[in-house]
Every structure is written in structure tokens, then in C-alpha cells.
């Protein structure tokens, strides 16, 4: 049964910057109420506005998603300030750049902790609540990374992974009980998006990592939540880009295991020299804390697109290859 998005409360993580606070900003346009969470409580009051003045109702609470206490405490607030959780967003991510030995294990647990366990943290938060509604929906905002592998975010890709076991997992466990059987468990799955996120990366190599082209605007992911919610669907990816990586992956996976290290080595990183340092993962940017990164709109754009095509169509012709030696 569709949902009305104007009649909804909604949690969303992660709602200091990008895809969430993008989110944020379209569900307030549509009416809906809005209880927003990220580390950054300045941050978020700014979200807020911005909501109000959207025409929506919104909530700030500061929250850290590695922290289960303060997500069950996010969902308590939710219930009582608005009276009930229609759709609960995981969308709190960082990310590492790095040679896995070069990665300290810190910041690989870290990785893990706020994507894996955040969405596992909301999951437990938000579930009584759907299971006493007998309704809901979760929506976790997961990667292409989930679904296909790649050399140097191995900490990235490790818990995006995790998100996409856990979801399936899940949503097979809601189809055991008659109080869950209107609760939908979703995963949207963009591509490389413009967001700060990439701004905000812990990195420990020798060049600062950047947006890797092709590159969709938050706008695209935002209209897949979107219809998640008022046509709750098991998989959305973001976009054609997002598609042919994972046919690759899992047509021709000798052929992407040959390609993508080259590929991620030319396409992930900026000439520009950087010291190593773990970013936001430990604590907030709140500079950084925006919408759009402003990846789109860098002068090498055109060059970086020419990259990546000329690495499709190698990825293709080795793909032919590969195809007539069978």
C-alpha cells in the first residue's frame, strides 16, 4: 500500500550533510516531520531551519550511530515529541582511503562501527516500533560498494557489504512474523555521489582522495528514498554507472578484478599532496557539513569523465576478449 509522505515522521542519520540532509530538505518540502541525527549539533540546527522554512516540522538530535544507547534514544525522542516512527533512514557513513596495511585498525573499526553497526544500531532502535505499529519502513542507504569490490577502501567496502547481508537477512526475518508483515526492509545503493563525504575521508596515502566520475548529483539518490517510501522495494541502485559495475562484478569477475585497481588508481585520487589523518571519522567537520561536495563542478570534470570512459570501454574490449577465449 503506498504511503503518504506528508503524513509521515521520519528519522533520518546522518542528516548533518549530504544524501541525508538532502533527504531531510526534500521529505520537509512534502510535508513530512523530521527528526534528524548526526554528531554536529550546530550543524543540525541548521538543518532544521532549513526544513521550517521547507514548509516541514523538523527535530535535532545530536546523536553518534556507534552508540546504541543514544540511537535507542534517538527513536525514544522521535515517539515523543511526533508519536510514532513511519521511516527510519540509516544514512550516518564515513570513509577511509588507504592501502589496508597502511589503514590503522583503529580506523578500520571505526569504518565498520559507524556503517555496519550504525545501521545495525538503528535497526534495533526502530523495529519495536514498526512491530507495536504492525507498519514501517527502513531504509538503509547502503553503496555500489556493497555490491562490487575495490582496492583501497577496503574498510569502506568491508561494511557496505556487511549493510547488504544485514538487510537481507533481515527482511527475510520480518516475513516470519504476522506483526512485521507490513514492514519493509529497503537498501538504495547509489553510485559515486557529490557530497562532502569525500571532503570528510580519512586518508593514509600520499594524494587526497577525490569523487570518482561518473558522478551523480544527490538529487538522484534523494528521489529513490523517495519512492522507498511510498513504494517500499527491496533494491534501488543509483544509477547506469552503479548497474554496469555490478553486472560486471558478477558476469565477469576476472575481468573487474583485473580492471578496477588500475582504474581506482587513476580515477580516486587528485595530484594534490596530503597528510595522513583520519578525518571525520572520530570527530565531526562541521565545515564540510553541506549538501554537495562541488565534485561536479571541479575543472577537471571533462578529463576525469574522459578517464573513466576510456577504462569502460577497456573493461568492454577485455570483456570481449575474455568471452571469446571461452
Wanted: aromatic letters at 6%.
Amino acid at each position: 500500500m503506498p504511503r503518504k509522505i506528508s503524513e509521515s515522521v521520519v528519522v533520518l542519520t546522518g542528516a548533518s550533510s549530504g544524501i541525508a540532509r538532502a533527504a531531510a530538505l526534500a521529505l520537509a518540502e512534502r510535508g513530512a516531520r523530521v527528526v534528524l541525527a548526526a554528531r554536529s549539533e550546530e550543524s543540525l540546527r541548521a538543518v532544521v531551519v532549513e526544513c521550517e522554512r521547507a514548509g516541514g516540522r523538523a527535530l535535532a538530535v545530536p546523536t553518534d550511530v556507534t552508540d546504541q544507547d543514544a540511537v535507542n534514544a534517538l527513536a525514544e525522542r522521535a515517539v515523543e515529541t511526533f508519536g510514532r516512527i513511519d521511516v527510519w533512514i540509516n544514512c550516518a557513513a564515513v570513509i577511509a582511503f588507504g592501502e589496508f596495511e597502511k589503514t590503522p585498525a583503529e580506523v578500520y573499526r571505526r569504518v565498520i562501527e559507524t556503517n555496519l553497526f550504525g545501521t545495525i544500531h538503528g535497526a534495533r532502535a526502530v523495529l519495536p516500533h514498526f512491530r507495536r505499529q504492525r507498519s514501517g519502513v527502513l531504509i538503509n542507504v547502503d553503496s555500489v560498494w556493497g555490491s562490487v569490490s575495490s582496492p583501497y577502501v577496503t574498510p569502506y567496502v568491508t561494511s557496505k557489504f556487511g549493510v547488504r547481508a544485514f538487510s537481507e537477512s533481515l527482511r527475510e526475518a520480518m516475513r516470519l512474523e504476522p506483526e512485521t508483515r507490513d514492514v519493509h526492509v529497503c537498501m538504495v545503493l547509489p553510485q559515486s555521489v557529490d557530497t562532502p563525504i569525500f571532503q570528510h575521508a580519512a586518508t593514509y596515502t600520499e594524494r587526497r582522495p577525490k569523487a570518482i566520475p561518473p558522478i551523480v548529483g544527490p538529487g538522484r539518490v534523494v528521489r529513490s528514498i523517495l519512492r522507498s517510501i511510498e513504494h517500499p522495494r527491496r533494491q534501488r541502485t543509483v544509477a547506469t554507472a552503479g548497474h554496469f559495475l555490478e553486472f560486471v562484478h558478477a558476469a565477469l569477475p576476472s575481468v573487474f578484478n583485473r580492471a578496477v585497481p588500475k582504474a581506482m588508481n587513476l580515477a580516486a585520487f587528485s595530484r594534490e599532496r596530503v597528510i595522513s589523518g583520519p578525518g571525520n571519522l572520530f570527530e565531526p567537520m562541521p565545515e564540510w557539513n553541506r549538501v554537495q561536495g562541488g565534485w561536479r563542478r571541479t575543472p577537471v570534470r571533462i578529463a576525469l569523465g574522459a578517464g573513466a570512459a576510456t577504462a569502460a570501454v577497456g573493461a568492454a574490449l577485455a570483456a570481449a576478449r575474455s568471452i571469446r577465449r571461452c
